[in-house]
């Protein structure tokens, strides 16, 4: 079981990038998937999260608006769109799921088992 998170990288105030989750030796058909983050200094916080066997989608009162998480299921793959983003989005972005958990509400409020690598993005001028 293998989450492979992409797609970070310099990007200035205003612009927009898609962070890409492969995930490996499970179906994006029925856990919850997200994306977290952590800012250097801070702690871990959640960005969005995805129930994959209904599609519903959780995002916390301080993400909704700006990021869009997607699931592609042919190429089982989630992707995380990022627009209008600003210097205090910078941070390394995981992808996280939890096997055991459907829910993207609680996987977003709790402590997913499986981990990506994360991926830098750096907002800045």
């Known amino acids: 079981v293998q989450l492979q998170a992409s797609g970070g990288g310099l990007v200035q105030p205003g612009g927009s990038l898609r962070l890409s989750c492969a995930a490996s030796?499970?179906?994006?058909?029925?856990?919850?998937i997200g994306w977290f983050r952590q800012a250097p200094g801070k702690g871990r916080e959640a960005v969005s999260c995805l129930s994959t066997w209904n599609d519903i989608t959780y995002y916390p009162d301080s993400m909704k608006g700006r990021f869009t998480i997607s699931r592609d299921e042919a190429k089982n793959t989630v992707y995380l769109e990022m627009n209008n983003l600003i210097p205090e989005d910078t941070a390394v972005y995981y992808c996280?799921?939890?096997?055991?958990?459907?829910?993207?509400?609680?996987?977003?409020?709790?402590?997913?088992?499986?981990w990506g690598q994360g991926t830098q993005v750096t907002v800045s001028s």
């Open positions: 030796g499970f179906a994006l058909n029925r856990p919850a």
């Open positions: 996280a799921a939890d096997l055991a958990q459907s829910s993207s509400y609680a996987l977003c409020h709790g402590r997913p088992t499986t």
